[in-house]
């Protein structure tokens, strides 16, 4: 069983709101990630961390911003949600490289109306 | 970068029959191949991996064969079960290797 959280699981926001989705892990690994899943379930990097004060943007763009504070935390802010950011958003973390494997939470299905 | 293509988008057998995921990768140094297996409402879970100094691995009913030579990888699942229905995605580490690229997943059914 993965030691990884992810909350809330669903949030129904309207749009112009601020929105924090968490994400902790107790396993102690350097490395997290943000996967955006798509209704066709592929899932899009939108942003990685090799640990604390380390963020990086992923290969899909996105309008949503990480920050790495604390090795177990990895929290992604959407300062004013859209429609278009309605999607399930999957945290994950890795020992080290990307050699290895990584684990996932539970997701947050997002809906912007 | 690197690129993972993964077939079929979709696969329906019948309850005891074989089923057979293919992936192929553009990379020649990816190094490390995880298959996940992903059921509804619920993040992916790791499987089975390889990693390129073997051919092929096998943990009771599913195994991954893995050819460099043509860049390509499969999941193999025997005597398929109904709680084997999932979505099933192949990854391999992209170029920089600071994360896993995922294919585009296959959403196998199984029916009794």
């Known amino acids: 069983e993965a030691d990884i959280y992810q909350t809330p699981r669903y949030l129904v926001i309207g749009t112009g709101k601020k929105i924090t989705l968490e994400c902790s892990q107790t396993m102690g690994h350097d490395k997290m990630y943000w996967y955006q899943q798509d209704p066709g379930m592929e899932l899009h990097l939108i942003h990685y961390?090799?640990?604390?004060?380390?963020?990086e943007k992923g290969d899909l763009s996105s309008e949503s911003t990480v920050s790495r504070i604390r090795t177990e935390h990895f929290p992604l802010t959407l300062e004013s949600a859209r429609p278009s950011h309605t999607s399930q958003y999957l945290c994950?973390?890795?020992?080290?490289?990307?050699?290895?494997?990584?684990?996932f939470g539970q997701g947050t299905r997002l809906t912007v109306v | 970068g690197e690129n993972v293509e993964q077939h079929p988008s979709t696969l329906s057998v019948q309850e005891g029959d074989s089923a057979v995921i293919k992936c192929t990768y553009s990379?020649?140094?990816?190094?490390?191949f995880p298959w996940y297996k992903q059921e509804l409402g619920k993040g992916p879970q790791l499987i089975i991996d390889i990693r390129s100094n073997v051919g092929e691995k096998k943990d009771q009913r599913i195994a991954v064969t893995l050819n460099k030579t043509a860049k390509h990888f499969s999941l193999h699942i025997t005597e398929t079960q109904p709680e084997d229905s999932a979505v099933y995605f192949c990854?391999?580490?992209?170029?920089?290797?600071?994360?896993?690229?995922f294919g585009k997943g296959t959403t196998l059914s199984v029916s009794s």
């Open positions: 994950a973390s890795s020992d080290t490289t990307a050699g290895t494997e990584a684990f």
């Open positions: 990854a391999a580490p992209n170029q920089a290797g600071t994360a896993l690229i």
């Open positions: 961390s090799y640990g604390v004060n380390s963020t």
């Open positions: 990379d020649s140094a990816s190094n490390y």
